[in-house]
Antibody, heavy 124, light 110 residues
Framework: EVQLVESGGGLVQPGGSLRLSCAAS????????MSWVRQTPGKGLELVAN????????YYVDSVKGRFTISRDNAKNSLFLQMNNLRAEDTAIYHC?????????????????WGRGTLVTVSS | QSALTQPASVSGSPGQSITISCTGT?????????VSWYQQHPGKAPKVLIY???NRPSGVSNRFSGSKSGNTASLTVSGLQAEDEGDYYC??????????FGGGTKLTVL
């Protein structure tokens, strides 16, 4: 059974940092792109970052470029999101998700597995 | 890029059918057959119901069906059941390794 379990969320002041982790199990982690998707009551779902199996391709949504870093440790079946210089608008539930890629990794079709998420609250 | 447009809420009685629309542009929904739909219950992880407009993953009830016409995709839930109550999100490929989502629709089973 595929499982994605996030951790590392919490309350942080504006300008602060957090590191999220996602523990993956039930599939060959090495063979899959991985993503972080955040969810807020006001904006719904938003893809934050994608990372290819070997780390050679990365995508970030414009609003987090230069502040967030996605990474992975294939030996430990783990995905990470380092979040620096956090802003109030980064407050959200952050989900780890497994994207299904098509056409030689050119197209992201959908996400076939998601974690429940970890809550990040940015507030003074 | 703006989110896809979904109705905030829909409702129906048990046994009835409902349809949730998802409107985008020719740069997303209208331009590609990579529309997907997700169901989310409170405190749970989203679950994919439909991918690539009309395909159902193994294990998803055939009461869920998807379609697309022009820039609008639709999810139909037939034979409504109490367990169908929850939030529904659409998503579409836009460019390279990116997707955008709809704002979500709350389905209430009366």
């Amino acid at each position: 059974e595929v499982q994605l379990v996030e951790s590392g969320g919490g309350l942080v002041q504006p300008g602060g940092s957090l590191r999220l982790s996602c523990a993956a199990s039930g599939f060959n982690f090495n063979n899959y792109w991985m993503s972080w998707v955040r969810q807020t009551p006001g904006k719904g779902l938003e893809l934050v970052a994608n990372l290819k199996q070997d780390g050679s391709e990365i995508y970030y949504v414009d609003s987090v470029k230069g502040r967030f870093t996605i990474s992975r440790d294939n030996a430990k079946n783990s995905l990470f999101l380092q979040m620096n210089n956090l802003r109030a608008e980064d407050t959200a539930i952050y989900h780890c998700a497994r994207p299904v890629m098509r056409y030689f990794d050119w197209i992201l079709s959908h996400f076939d597995y998601w974690g429940r998420g970890t809550l990040v609250t940015v507030s003074s | 890029q703006s989110a896809l447009t979904q109705p905030a809420s829909v409702s129906g009685s048990p046994g009835q059918s409902i349809t949730i629309s998802c409107t985008g542009t020719s740069n997303d929904v209208g331009g590609y057959n990579y529309v997907s739909w997700y169901q989310q219950h409170p405190g749970k992880a989203p679950k994919v119901l439909i991918y690539e407009v009309r395909n159902r993953p193994s294990g998803v009830s055939n009461r869920f069906s998807g379609s697309k016409s022009g820039n609008t995709a639709s999810l139909t839930v037939s034979g409504l059941q109490a367990e169908d109550e929850g939030d529904y999100y659409c998503s579409s490929y836009t460019s390279r390794t990116t997707v955008i989502f709809g704002g979500g629709t709350k389905l209430t089973v009366l």
